[in-house]
């Protein structure tokens, strides 16, 4: 008997939207986005051959799941495919009675900006025509009421930036300017206003407001934390004392781009030590005494000179304040109080005006260590505000927990760009269990915390590594509360959370409570993703930066160390933001600090319920 054929046609549908083609296709194909507009069950993996489940329309004109194949696929688009660069195309087959069936999703950018979503399937039995389109044209009314939901939300979105300068003389406002002029591009469009600052104690500040940009950069306040004015009355004596410290340190502890340096400055301190004994203790002959007496003499009347105008500007104004904020010294212990204090205060402040969906902090030279210390305090002071909520899930946390449990025999190498995307995740899912703390970005350029064995010491009897373990300095990824090596005979879990309860404010019954996995008062880089930038340092050229250096050595493996290209400058430490003198380190520098977002982090955050 010969068999029945099916009459077929093909349908087409499509939809404008108003962003780019690129921020919808990583959007709407996210596998956890996907069926939200294609349907709870539907699947689709954006790889060339693999299984896909999708929502047909059968010969009974019923929805029915059905099984297909990913037979095409362009993404991104490149030059030399046979279609345009800039569209993206998946293109699905899915087995019939009557023959395989073609679903393409096709999205493409317009000339005058957003771009069209565009869905057609072939071989469809005629009499199911209507069915197809009315499933698509559901799928499609889904797409666009989730782009308007996260294109509202990113409208109404406001982030905040927090600078701490480093060390030297600075004035009030000056790094501020200095960030705005070179991080914003007025050429390209990037106004940005200068505004009292209204957080501030000082009535010296201002801040900076850019407003919505372009691209996703929702409107950026940008404060700058003033602690200059605090280190004051700084002695010569002071800074010698910690210098000599240093110099004579153990060769372990001193950084090695620096040790032929500090050699070098230990056999001068030697030689002149020797020089002076040799002429108070041995016979020296008369005219080399005159001459000998000649050159003292002189260099009694000079050196001074030459030291307080040195010393005063130099070791005071700009190492006198990394000697007086990183020794713990009973006299600089309320200088070190008032900074920390200060920093604490506006931290809260910000989390207090309810005004900000994210924060982010940069510090630079000695301000990432300030920055750093404050962000521990603050996290210790301000983790554990709950907000009442029954949104209680712990899955993202409890992912980042597995990352640090991999067995050795499974491990692979770290994906950074995949934990610092988890950690998001997991501050997101922090903040939506009802935790007030909207940081979620650490940048630090040119840190002396790169020398931290060197420089970060309570006193001699206890190490860096000490401090560490007991989370008197929080790690990324935190120290967890089983030290024991994790192995494949081994059934101890390491752990950085442990379980939080609260009643459920939505229950009938006042004694049910609610429980939720957060990280401990060491655990603040568990959600705050920490990247760090640096010039390399070369010899004794002091070619890059000497202070700055990776810290992923001593402060953990999930921090994101860049390695800035070799700058042919000496002594680099304050380019990181000189635009007209290292301009790839400022667009490294932008693209660290994430002001834009992307749509799919508006969407997943209405999904997260921010």
């Known amino acids: 008997m010969a068999s029945v054929v099916t009459p077929t046609k093909s349908i087409r549908v499509s939809s404008p939207i108003d962003f780019s083609a690129k921020e919808v296709a990583d959007y709407i194909f996210n596998p956890d986005v996907v069926g939200t507009w294609l349907g709870s069950q539907s699947r689709i993996r954006k790889r060339l051959y693999s299984h896909t489940i999708l929502m047909q329309v059968n010969l009974n004109q019923h929805r029915s799941l059905e099984k297909g194949v990913l037979v095409s696929l362009l993404w991104p688009a490149r030059p030399g495919n046979p279609i345009p660069a800039g569209i993206y195309q998946i293109s699905i087959s899915i087995p019939k009675k009557y023959g395989n069936s073609v679903v393409n999703i096709r999205i493409s950018p317009k000339p005058g900006g957003g771009c069209r979503i565009?869905?057609?399937?072939?071989?469809?039995?005629?009499?199911?025509?209507?069915?197809?389109?009315?499933?698509?044209?559901?799928?499609?009314?889904?797409?666009?009421?989730?782009?308007?939901?996260?294109?509202?939300?990113?409208?109404?979105?406001?982030?905040?930036?927090?600078?701490?300068?480093?060390?030297?003389?600075?004035?009030?406002?000056?790094?501020?300017?200095?960030?705005?002029?070179?991080?914003?591009?007025?050429?390209?469009?990037?106004?940005?206003?200068?505004?009292?600052?209204?957080?501030?104690?000082?009535?010296?500040?201002?801040?900076?407001?850019?407003?919505?940009?372009?691209?996703?950069?929702?409107?950026?306040?940008?404060?700058?934390?003033?602690?200059?004015?605090?280190?004051?009355?700084?002695?010569?004596?002071?800074?010698?004392?910690?210098?000599?410290?240093?110099?004579?340190?153990?060769?372990?502890?001193?950084?090695?781009?620096?040790?032929?340096?500090?050699?070098?400055?230990?056999?001068?301190?030697?030689?002149?030590?020797?020089?002076?004994?040799?002429?108070?203790?041995?016979?020296?002959?008369?005219?080399?005494?005159?001459?000998?007496?000649?050159?003292?003499?002189?260099?009694?009347?000079?050196?001074?000179?030459?030291?307080?105008?040195?010393?005063?500007?130099?070791?005071?104004?700009?190492?006198?304040d990394a000697a007086r904020y990183l020794e713990p010294r009973a006299c600089n212990i309320s200088r070190r109080q008032e900074i920390r204090q200060a920093g604490v205060e506006f931290i809260d402040t910000l989390h207090k005006r309810g005004r900000y969906s994210r924060i982010i902090v940069y510090g630079h030279s000695l301000g990432s260590v300030i920055a750093y210390d404050i962000l521990s305090l603050a996290w210790a002071h301000r983790s554990r505000i709950h907000k009442p909520t029954s949104h209680v899930r712990s899955r993202r946390m409890m992912a980042l927990e597995n990352i640090v449990n991999r067995i050795p025999s499974n491990r692979t190498e770290l994906d950074?760009?995949?934990?610092?995307?988890?950690?998001?995740?997991?501050?997101?899912?922090?903040?939506?269990?009802?935790?007030?703390?909207?940081?979620?970005?650490?940048?630090?350029?040119?840190?002396?915390?790169?020398?931290?064995?060197?420089?970060?010491?309570?006193?001699?009897?206890?190490?860096?590594?000490?401090?560490?373990?007991?989370?008197?300095?929080?790690?990324?990824?935190?120290?967890?509360?089983?030290?024991?090596?994790?192995?494949?005979?081994?059934?101890?879990?390491?752990?950085?959370?442990?379980?939080?309860?609260?009643?459920?404010?939505?229950?009938?019954?006042?004694?049910?409570?609610?429980?939720?996995?957060?990280?401990?008062?060491?655990?603040?880089?568990?959600?705050?993703?920490?990247?760090?930038?640096?010039f390399p340092c070369s010899g004794l050229s002091l070619r890059g930066d000497p202070i700055g250096g990776p810290l992923s050595a001593n402060f953990g493996p999930w921090i994101n160390d860049i390695s800035l290209m070799q700058t042919k400058r000496t002594f680099a430490h304050s380019l990181y933001t000189k635009r007209s003198v290292e301009a790839t380190a400022v667009q490294t520098l932008r693209r660290t600090l994430r002001l834009e977002q992307s749509l799919a982090y508006y969407a997943s955050a209405l999904q997260q319920g921010d």
């Open 118 to 320: 565009r869905i057609q399937q072939d071989n469809i039995p005629i009499k199911s025509i209507q069915s197809y389109v009315i499933l698509w044209q559901e799928a499609l009314n889904k797409v666009r009421q989730l782009l308007l939901q996260a294109h509202n939300r990113y409208c109404r979105d406001r982030q905040a930036v927090i600078l701490v300068h480093g060390i030297g003389e600075q004035r009030p406002g000056q790094m501020l300017r200095e960030f705005m002029d070179n991080i914003f591009d007025r050429d390209a469009g990037e106004y940005y206003y200068i505004k009292p600052d209204y957080v501030s104690s000082l009535f010296e500040m201002r801040m900076a407001t850019a407003p919505k940009g372009h691209s996703l950069r929702p409107a950026t306040d940008v404060y700058e934390l003033y602690w200059a004015h605090t280190i004051q009355d700084t002695t010569l004596p002071q800074v010698y004392s910690w210098l000599v410290r240093l110099i004579f340190s153990r060769r372990s502890k001193i950084p090695k781009t620096l040790r032929n340096l500090v050699g070098i400055a230990r056999v001068f301190l030697v030689i002149a030590l020797i020089i002076i004994v040799f002429f108070m203790v041995y016979h020296i002959p008369i005219g080399l005494k005159g001459v000998g007496g000649s050159i003292f003499i002189a260099l009694v009347l000079v050196l001074p000179v030459v030291l307080k105008t040195f010393g005063n500007y130099y070791l005071v104004n700009f190492a006198g």
């Open 416 to 534: 950074l760009n995949y934990v610092q995307s988890m950690q998001n995740k997991a501050w997101l899912e922090y903040k939506q269990n009802g935790f007030s703390w909207l940081i979620s970005d650490f940048i630090t350029s040119g840190s002396p915390l790169a020398h931290a064995q060197w420089l970060l010491n309570l006193d001699s009897r206890t190490s860096f590594n000490d401090l560490v373990c007991e989370r008197t300095f929080p790690t990324c990824p935190p120290q967890t509360e089983s030290p024991n090596i994790i192995s494949e005979h081994s059934n101890t879990r390491q752990k950085f959370t442990f379980t939080h309860s609260f009643y459920d404010p939505n229950s009938d019954n006042e004694d049910r409570q609610l429980s939720v996995q957060v990280p401990h008062h060491g655990g603040l880089f568990a959600i705050i993703r920490w990247t760090n930038l640096y």
